[in-house]
């Protein structure tokens, strides 16, 4: 019997259609609701039967969502062991000395060493460790071109979406909204740029979260009656060197912590 570690698991099980037939909203909030073990996933009539057999009852989780990501952190650890980082380091053109690979996130430097060991200049958690850790065992090295997309057209962005919606640009917007130091922190807290963007926004603003994946967050302010907008863009070869769930992870972890920022700043 297979088993499964994450609702991300049960949902790409699921065919996306949101029918409601489970009496849940979407299918992703049935994936979460079979992980929290409230539903069985025997209540998606369209699963078929080897699917239901395969992963029935076979959900093995950890105690929580910290735990989660500090087992998923230690199993990357153990894979960077395993790597020659000598050799990660040229496809990446990363810096190399003294048994230790060197990049920068958001222009600060995130050290890992031959044992998997991690240092950085700042603070490093979950949402910024994995991706960090995947991005140096599978970045292909491929430099950005500068062909922006959406994170609907990188691969296997359409399934999730509309999370990351909800998750990454929402709370974004939110703060940008209320907080108008907001991109003045962009550029001086995470080493941003403010660039003049073929796409038609009052503020557009390129990060680097990792060396050779650099994302664009561009801002519409309220107009003629118009609401203001977010969208966060990704340079069309993002996905050679990240996988779309360590995206995902950045993106999110980048809205929290500017929502933590905000909240520093007496902004509700």
């Known amino acids: 019997m297979s088993h499964i570690s994450n609702p991300m698991e049960i949902y790409k099980l ?3 259609s ?17 992980f929290k073990e409230k539903k069985s996933i025997h209540a998606c009539p369209y699963l ?10 076979a959900i093995e989780k950890p105690n929580t969502v910290d735990e989660y990501k500090a087992e998923a952190i230690e199993e990357l650890k153990q894979k ?6 000598s050799d990660a380091a040229k496809r990446l053109g990363a810096g190399f000395s003294n048994n230790k690979l060197t990049i920068k996130i958001f222009g600060k430097e995130f050290s890992v060493d031959t044992r998997g060991n991690i240092s ?3 603070h490093i958690n979950a949402y910024m460790a994995v991706p960090a850790l995947n991005y140096i065992l599978n970045g292909s090295g491929k430099s950005p071109n500068g062909n922006w997309i959406t994170f609907r057209e990188l691969t296997g962005g ?23 130091d907001l991109f003045k922190d962009m550029l001086e807290i995470f080493d941003g740029k403010r660039i003049v963007s073929h796409i038609d926004s009052d503020i557009s603003i390129i990060l680097y ?12 302010k309220p107009e003629d009656g118009l609401e203001p907008d977010l969208h966060i863009y990704f340079d069309s070869t993002s996905d050679d060197n990240l996988d779309i769930e360590s995206i995902y992870t950045f993106c999110e972890g980048f809205a929290l912590m500017f929502e933590k920022i905000a909240l520093r700043h007496g902004v509700q």
């Open 120 to 122: 950085s200049e700042v």
């Open 158 to 180: 359409p399934p999730r979406f509309a999370h990351f919606q909800q998750r990454c640009e929402k709370p974004l917007k939110r703060v940008a909204d209320t907080y108008t």
């Open 209 to 220: 979260p990792l060396p050779l994946f650099p994302i664009m967050v561009c801002y519409w």
């Open 14 to 16: 699921l065919n996306g």
């Open 18 to 34: 949101n029918c409601k037939e489970c009496n849940e909203k979407t299918c992703l909030a049935f994936a979460v609701a079979v």
């Open 80 to 85: 960077v062991s395993l790597t020659d980082l």
């Open 48 to 57: 078929e039967k080897e699917v239901i057999e395969r992963y029935g009852g």
